[in-house]
């Protein structure tokens, strides 16, 4: 059975996926949205993002390299928050000796395709002791704040990875955009490491680097629209939607085009069209 971390999309779907964001209406989505953006800012700064499209003589361009080096950071930091809610929704159905409604597998999903995002661009390049350090303390500082918060509040943390996921469709399709601008030429005949090819099952043709961001990004749309959705739902009594056992009522839970969530969670912002450095 395909499940959400080795779902096969088409690929009409992975040319498709669209930058979305859902407006922070309350306080808590507020929260959710302005910790995001500040996290954002400072991973702009440790990895030296800066973009490249609307001007290509920019000072610090964004090389292969340092595309690569934000990815890492970026996944090494992703498979953080569907392992801690997993494990501390595990720990509850346990402690209360009732069921979970189909959330624990989507959560633990979630973190194994992040984390096989990391391994698949760590095939691509080999991070120094610098990257690992900050690797390192980004782990511990953020999966200790992650699992105090998700005690907290999980709906506020469900919204913020949703928030996060959507900073990572954006990341990825501006890295799309750079390399079929040609400002990423060492990217542009480069083959998929062969951890990807057998991963997402990419057919023959399609499996250069361009299609792996493809991959990726479709991925992170499907994180997005999920943790939205779980994020909108009562945590203790609603079942999870993207759960194979409910496949059937829901749909096709796989299907990054037709993920079961609400039209009204989206809102599509004219400004966002436009990728933004």
């Known amino acids: 059975m395909l499940t959400q971390s080795n779902a096969r999309y088409t690929q009409e779907q992975i040319q498709s996926v669209q930058i979305a964001h859902r407006n922070a209406t309350c306080l808590p989505d507020k929260l959710a949205l302005g910790t995001v953006r500040f996290l954002r800012w400072g991973m702009d700064f440790v990895t030296g993002y800066r973009a490249n499209s609307d001007n290509p003589s920019t000072v610090r361009p964004m090389t292969e390299s340092k595309w690569i080096t934000r990815f890492i950071f970026l996944e090494s930091v992703a498979g953080v928050p569907g392992m801690v809610a997993g ?20 959560l633990l999903e979630e973190a194994y395709n992040e984390r096989m995002h990391l391994l698949t661009f760590l095939q691509l390049a080999k991070p120094g002791w610098q990257m690992r350090t900050m690797v390192l303390g980004a782990q511990f500082v953020f999966f200790s704040a992650f699992f105090l918060a998700y005690i907290s509040s999980q709906r506020i943390c469900h919204r913020f990875v949703g928030y996060l996921e959507e900073e990572a469709v954006i990341t990825y399709t501006k890295a799309i955009k750079d390399l079929d601008n040609g400002y990423l030429p060492l990217w542009k005949d480069l083959e998929a490491p062969a951890m990807a090819i057998k991963y997402w099952q990419m057919p ?7 299609s792996l961001l493809l991959y990726v990004r479709a991925d992170e749309a499907k994180h997005r629209d999920v943790n939205h959705t779980l994020g909108s739902l009562d945590q203790d009594r609603d ?6 056992k409910f496949a059937e009522q829901v749909g096709k839970v796989n299907d990054v085009l037709d993920s079961s969530v609400p039209n009204q969670l989206y809102i599509q912002n004219s400004q966002r069209e436009k990728v933004k450095g």
Do not use: Q, V
Request: glycine share 6%; proline share 3%; net charge positive.
């Open 87 to 106: 494990m501390l929704r595990h720990l509850k159905s346990i402690r209360k000796m009732k069921r979970d409604y189909g959330w624990i597998e989507t």
């Open 204 to 210: 023959e043709g399609k499996r250069c680097m361009r």
């Open 239 to 244: 079942r999870n939607p993207f759960s194979a």
